[in-house]
C-alpha cells in the first residue's frame, strides 16, 4: 500500500498543464488525445473480455467446450473482429494526420535548431520579419505555419500541447501547420538528442488572443528605447555584440533585443531574474554545458549583474 | 474419388503458389511507395484518387482473392486417416493450402491498408 502510494505520487509528480500531450491547447494535440484515450479505454475493455473468456474456459464444465466452437472463436475473435476494428481505427485515424490546409495569408515562423537554442523569425504576410529567439508566441485561432530547419545537428521541434513533434534537418525546411485553441503559456522542447544540452533546450510557447498578438508584433517592431549607462557600455566592451543582436537583426547568438520580455533564461531552463542572467554570462557551461557562449569567469560579478539589469530593462 | 483427384491436380497448391499472396502484397507495396513518392518529386502533388492506383490495387486484391479461394477449395481435401507416422501428398497440400489460405488473409488486409492512406492522406507533406 506504501508503496503503491509512493509510485503513484511519482507518477502524479509527472502531470503539468504547461508540457504535456494530455494538456492540450491546439487542434491536433487535442484530436491525438481523444484517439489515444479511445485506444487505452478499447484496449482496457478487450484485455478483460479475453481475461473473461479465459476465465469462462478455465472454469466450463467438462464436454461443453469442443473443438468446432473453439476454432469459431478463433477464426471470429482472432481474425474477422480484429481486421474490422482496426480498419475501422485507420479509417478514423487517417483524415487526422492530413496536415491543416494553409493559405499563403498564414504567419508563417521560421524557427531554427542551433545547439542549443532557437532562433525564431516572424513573417507575417505583407510586413517585415521580427527576429526573436528561444521564445514562440502564436495567435489563438489562426492558422500558424512554421517552418522548421537546423543549422549544425538535427533536431526536433515539439510542443506537446499543440501538436507533434517535427524534425529540423539541416539543409532541409520541415512544415508544421499548428492552430492553437487556448490562450496560456505553454512550453516546447528539442525531441531529438543533439548534443550535452539536449534536455536543456526549450523554450516557452504564449498562444495570445489575436488581438493581443497583433499588437505585441507591431509594438516589437519598434526598437526598444534603451539607458546608455554601465550595462551598455560594458556590453560592448565585452564583445557581447559581437554575437548577440540589440536591433533585431542577424546574428551568431541569441538575439537578444526584447530580452526583458522573455520568461525564462537560457532556452527554457532558467528564472529570468538579474542573478540567473548575470551567473549564465559568467559561467553558461555550469547551466548548459556544450553551449557555444564562451565563459566569461574573468569578469567581476558586479558587471555582469550590471549587463543582466540593463539587458533586462528593455522590452518591459 | 478419381474425379476429385483431378481436380487438384489442375488447380494444385505448391510452395510457388503459396508466395503468391505475399508477393502480391509486396508489389503493391512498392508500386504504391514509389508511385507516390514519383508524383509528389515530378509534380509537387498527389493526383487525387488517381484511376491508375484504384485498378492496381483492385488487381492485387483480386489476385489474392482468388488463390486465397483456389487454397481454400483445396485445404478441404480429406485427410489421411489416423496413425499419422509419416508426411503423405494430401497432408502436405492441405498444409499448404491452410498457410496459403492464411497467408492470403493477411496480405487481403494488408494490401487494404497500404490503400487507405493513399485515399484519405493525398498530401506530399
Known sequence: ?316 | MSERRKWHERLKVTLWTLIVPPTVWAGHFLFAYLWAAISCAKNGAFAKFPVLFTLGTLLALGVIALSGWVAWKQQRTIGDPPPHDEGTEVDRLRFLAKSTLLLAGLSFMAVLFTALPVVFIGDCR
Open chain 1, 1 to 316: 500500500m506504501r508503496k503503491s502510494t509512493v509510485v503513484c505520487a511519482l507518477l502524479l509528480a509527472g502531470c503539468n498543464r504547461h508540457q504535456s500531450a494530455l494538456a492540450p491547447f491546439g487542434l491536433e494535440a487535442r484530436s491525438t488525445l481523444t484517439m489515444t484515450m479511445v485506444l487505452v479505454i478499447g484496449a482496457l475493455v478487450i484485455a478483460l473480455g479475453v481475461a473473461a473468456v479465459y476465465v469462462l474456459a478455465v472454469r466450463a464444465p467438462e464436454g461443453r467446450l469442443d473443438h468446432a466452437g473453439g476454432m469459431r472463436m478463433v477464426l471470429w475473435l482472432g481474425a474477422i473482429v480484429p481486421s474490422v476494428v482496426l480498419t475501422a481505427l485507420l479509417v478514423w485515424a487517417l483524415p487526422a494526420m492530413r496536415p491543416l490546409p494553409e493559405t499563403a495569408q498564414n504567419l508563417r515562423i521560421h524557427v531554427e535548431g542551433e545547439q542549443f537554442w532557437w532562433r525564431v523569425r516572424y513573417q507575417p504576410q505583407g510586413q517585415p520579419p521580427l527576429i526573436s529567439a528561444n521564445e514562440v508566441r502564436i495567435p489563438v485561432g489562426r492558422t500558424v505555419v512554421f517552418e522548421l530547419t537546423a543549422t549544425d545537428v538535427i533536431h526536433s521541434f515539439w510542443i506537446p500541447g499543440l501538436a507533434g513533434k517535427m524534425d529540423m534537418i539541416p539543409g532541409r525546411t520541415n512544415r508544421l501547420v499548428v492552430k492553437a485553441d487556448k490562450a496560456g503559456t505553454y512550453r516546447g522542447v528539442c525531441a531529438e538528442f543533439c548534443g550535452l544540452s539536449h534536455a536543456l533546450m526549450a523554450f516557452d510557447v504564449i498562444a495570445m488572443e489575436p488581438a493581443s498578438f497583433d499588437a505585441w508584433l507591431a509594438v516589437s517592431r519598434e526598437p526598444p528605447i534603451r539607458t546608455q549607462g554601465r550595462g551598455a557600455a560594458l556590453f560592448a566592451a565585452s564583445g557581447c555584440n559581437a554575437c548577440h543582436s540589440l536591433i533585431g537583426g542577424e546574428s551568431i547568438g541569441p538575439d537578444l533585443t526584447r530580452f526583458g520580455e522573455r520568461i525564462t533564461v537560457g532556452a527554457g531552463i532558467l528564472a529570468p531574474t538579474v542573478e540567473n542572467t548575470a551567473a549564465f554570462i559568467r559561467d553558461p557551461h555550469r547551466s548548459k554545458p556544450g553551449a557555444r557562449m564562451p565563459s566569461y569567469s574573468a569578469m567581476p560579478e558586479a558587471d555582469a549583474l550590471a549587463i543582466a539589469r540593463w539587458l533586462k530593462e528593455a522590452g518591459r
